[in-house]
């Protein structure tokens, strides 16, 4: 079964580092998005994107986060300056174009800010 | 406002037995969705519910939806260890991309 595949697993940084989480969405499928999990706490959206842009972004996704499509297969999430309120699992997902199908999510990246 | 709040916050069942969980909703939705979650792991879709539908079948999962009261059962029948995980539920809005997510429900199978 195709699958969203995320790199790195754990991620252990320096506050103030720059930090680059990326994700190999499935290959027919055209809405990429970066969620976010806080130990604990709710699976929070943070920016959805489509047609090589954002079409939708939270709150949280604020001018330290960019999201990119390099190239036809990767989708990266840079956060410019790491706090330590950043620590959390990052989940990237995708879904067809047709509506009515569920998110396929990534075993997610496990970002450590220290 | 907040969407996609589940209940129980925490299920213990013998294996075998049936396990139901709910969610509520606060908001007009375009479709319902459930999540499971192994400890530390990805999200593994489940099913989905439009919101024109009622009730739907996946294996030993069903899943009802009621959009007058703004709620969604997941049940899943026949508990087998394997099923030891938490699961959410996520509400998806007409007119955006965003899935809101509850606060799940870890269920726990004694075997």
């Given amino acids: 079964e195709p699958e969203v595949t995320q790199t790195p697993s754990h991620q252990v940084t320096q506050m103030g580092q720059e930090v680059i989480l990326r994700c ?3 290959s027919n499928h055209l809405y990429f998005y970066w969620y976010r999990q806080i130990l604990g706490q709710k699976v929070e959206f943070l920016v959805s994107f489509y047609n090589n842009e954002i079409s939708e972004k939270s709150e949280i996704f604020d001018d ?3 999201v990119e499509r390099p190239d036809g297969s990767n989708f990266t999430l840079k956060i410019r300056s790491t706090k330590l309120e950043d620590s959390a699992m990052y989940f990237c997902a995708s879904r067809p174009a047709q509506g009515g199908y569920g998110y396929t999510f990534g075993s997610g990246t496990r970002l450590t800010v220290v | 406002s907040q969407q996609g709040e589940e209940d129980p916050q925490a299920l ?3 294996e075998g037995e049936n396990a139901t969980m709910n969610c509520s909703y606060k908001t007009s939705i375009n479709n319902l969705q459930w999540y499971r ?5 990805g999200l593994v879709h489940l099913i989905l519910i ?6 739907k079948h996946s294996g030993r999962l069903r899943v009802t939806l009621d959009t007058s009261k703004k709620s969604s059962s997941l049940l899943i029948t026949a508990s087998r260890a394997a099923d030891t995980a938490s699961y959410f539920c996520a509400v998806l809005n007409f007119g955006n991309e965003k899935l809101t997510f509850g606060t799940g429900t870890r269920l726990t199978i004694i075997p």
């Avoid at chain 2, 979650?37 to 792991?41: F, I, K, P």
């Avoid at chain 2, 439009?50 to 009730?55: F, I, K, L, P």
């Fill in chain 1, 24 to 26: 190999v969405p499935i």
């Fill in chain 1, 64 to 66: 330290q986060f960019s």
């Fill in chain 2, 50 to 55: 439009r919101s024109n539908e009622r009730e």
């Fill in chain 2, 37 to 41: 979650q192994n400890s530390g792991r």
């Fill in chain 2, 12 to 14: 213990s069942i013998q």
